[in-house]
């Protein structure tokens, strides 16, 4: 397991209570567990949130290098 830097941005970021982070996991999954574990109220955010990892979507278990940039995105209204 090694350190990524999350980034969460509006409704992730006011249950987050923070804009950036760093949280140690391998892969997608371990990284919403410790999201979750820093962060209980992120639960129903995290559920129905896009990940982008360098800038692309991931979804189920990605693995994550190390030093890789995670932003967690919840559905935007609007257009």
Known sequence: MHEVTVRYWAAAQAAAGTHEERLAAADLGELRDAALHAHPGLAPVLKVASYLLDGHRIDGSAALPA??????LPPFAGG
């Open 67 to 72: 030093e890789s940039i995670v932003e967690v």
